[in-house]
């Protein structure tokens, strides 16, 4: 559904990524991990064609249309959403407004505001607050409910679980993995290694730019010497 | 005495916050210091003037004004600053540059000679407040500077359009990551913030005077509001009108040959312990 081929991506001069290819179907969840600055956000924001870094050479298609000179928010509309790293909520509007933003309080379809508060219920009882009130699990809760809102097909996720506590992690878990459930796909990029196992159909190892590793769970749990490799795990 | 000089204080800061919010809207959405905001509003007086004799209605020439100035936003948004969007100088410079292409076609439309808008015949005379006798125009202002106030409150506090203009303000990416078209959002706040200086412009058209350079006086006065309230601050600019306005008028009364002084040394002393002014809040 999403395929991602040999994706060139610049900063100014600095090149960031070096031919990534990677395709994520419906109703899987597809791990991209790597240590520090490897290139995992690089990647995502390559995807959303953000304003850096720069593509210079590869395809990113969706449904086979190809996306590289579409606007974000166009590629928004194509229905595929990001929950970015650090959250990136917006500070001045509160939890309500964060969801009633993308979709009138009135829509009746797909996610509406009472079943983002359904499936987050701690969403609900702090509706009138501002993001900056929230401690770090309800905000990443809300990152991920403001993603929801657009109906995506496909959420890229970076690093979701960073700065949370264990149960948070696990709370978290159970969120993606039910939008599994439901078809969704998703890029899930992580550090966190246990949590990326615990939930992954398929994962990539990146390093420096480029994809040094590819298999299904089952072959990375089975044969861990690229991990071991790639991300110094014992 | 006193109090005359307070109320002066205050109208005068009523038509400053219809000028300034407009342009501290555009600044704080935008990022643009859109330098030909002056000329804006000098256009919405003249033409203000001019629809309001021909039609006879003040109130005509006032919504026209509006409307008018609010289309040459439109024009100035997607004719010029689309093509230089996230280039601040080269924005800085563009406006300056329209700024001083429309004075002079205003010089060319309307003279050089000073006009000024008739005050409608349900807003001449005094209204009596305890012992003072206040030109009743200068209390419309007033009023129109409150409900301006009121009206954008509501519209970004309580609206859709104000909540994605306040998303904006804060993450322009991450609006656009959600799948919103910000460009329309940047239109629309350019042509409202456009509007409010064409209305400004038909408000000290009528009270102050109509004439070349007020464009330059009206701008620089916006911009120490904007400094001193904080970009894109409602609130900010209120307070910053209020401010600017009262320093005005008792600095022309008390000092008079240090007028500028009393209004932009306060705003130096300001700026050194706020960067950002007082409602300001980092890009
Ligand atoms: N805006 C930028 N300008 C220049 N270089 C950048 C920029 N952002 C990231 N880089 C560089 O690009 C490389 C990849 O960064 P990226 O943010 O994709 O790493 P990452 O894998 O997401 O790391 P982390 O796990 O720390 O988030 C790094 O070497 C980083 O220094
Ligand atoms: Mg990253």
Known sequence: MLEIDGLHSYYGDAHVLQGVSLNVAPGEIVALLGRNGMGKTTTIRSIMNLRQPVVRQGEIRYRGERLNDLSPHAIARRKIALVPQGRRLFASLTVTEHLTMLKPASAKHGWTIARAFDAFPRLAERKHHRGNQLSGGERQMLAVARALMIDPEVVLMDEPSEGLAPVMVQALEGVIAALRGEGLGILLVEQNLYSALALADRIYLIETGRIVHHGSKAELEADPSALQRYLGVH | ?283
């Not at chain 2, 809207?25 to 990022?31: A, K, N, T």
């Not at chain 2, 076609?105 to 000024?116: I, K, N, P, Q, S």
């Not at chain 2, 409150?153 to 998303?167: D, E, M, P, V």
């Not at chain 2, 940047?186 to 102050?208: C, D, E, K």
């Open chain 2, 1 to 283: 005495m006193l109090a005359f000089q307070i109320m002066n204080g205050l109208t005068f800061a009523a038509l400053l916050f219809v000028v300034a919010s407009g342009f501290t809207l555009i600044f704080g959405l935008l990022r643009i210091v859109n330098l030909a905001h002056g000329a804006l509003y000098l256009f919405g007086g003249y033409i203000g003037f001019t629809i309001s004799k021909l039609t006879g209605s003040f109130l005509i020439g006032g919504i026209g004004a509006m409307l008018c100035v609010a289309i040459m936003g439109l024009l100035l948004d997607q004719g010029l600053l689309r093509f230089v969007r996230g280039f601040e100088l080269r924005q800085v410079m563009l406006t300056l540059g329209v700024a001083f292409v429309l004075n002079d076609l205003a010089l060319v439309m309307w003279g050089g000679d000073t006009f000024t808008v008739a005050t409608p015949e349900w807003l001449q005379g005094a209204v009596v407040i305890g012992s003072l006798f206040y030109p009743k125009f200068r209390i419309f202002v007033l009023v129109v500077g409150i409900l301006v106030f009121i009206s954008l409150w509501l519209l970004i506090n309580k609206t859709r359009l104000g909540a994605l203009i306040r998303a904006g303000v804060d993450d322009l990416e991450m609006v656009e990551a959600c799948g919103i078209d910000i460009r329309r959002v940047f239109l629309v706040t350019f042509m409202l913030g456009s509007a409010l200086a064409g209305l400004g412009g038909m408000l000290g058209g009528t009270f102050l005077a109509l004439y070349p350079s007020a464009d330059a006086e009206i701008l620089v006065f916006s911009l120490a509001v904007v400094i001193i309230g904080g970009r894109g601050s409602l609130v900010g600019a209120a307070i910053g009108s209020l401010l600017i306005g009262l320093l005005n008028t008792f600095g022309q009364v008390w000092f008079p040959q240090l007028a500028y002084f009393v209004i932009f040394g306060p705003m130096a002393v300001l700026l050194a312990f706020r960067p950002l002014g007082l409602f300001g809040k980092a890009a």
